[in-house]
């Protein structure tokens, strides 16, 4: 549930057909492409997972671009900056 402009309340209800509504193209591809190197340089969601507290089956919806599975925003939106930085973090620590 997500208050407007006016306060007034609506739902939002989002799928598979309308994600792109709720989550920009941009922030997609950056998952994709993310998702791409953690497995590449063999970071495991489970050391994701262990860094930011954020459960395993909650990755995998990121990874899996399930935003509607998520929980609502501003918990969203920081599982998944969490999950990118870990990612970049791991991909620095190995330079």
Known sequence: MVLNEN???FVMNPTKEDKSNDIDNDLVS???ELTKL????SLDLKSIA???????HQLKNIESLKFDKLP??????S?????CEQIKKAKREMY
């Open 50 to 56: 262990g860094a930011t507290k954020i459960s395993t």
């Open 79 to 83: 599982f998944i900056d969490q999950y």
């Open 30 to 32: 950056k998952i994709e």
């Open 72 to 77: 609502p925003h501003p918990m969203r939106e």
């Open 38 to 41: 953690r497995k590449s340089i």
């Open 7 to 9: 306060d007034s309340m």
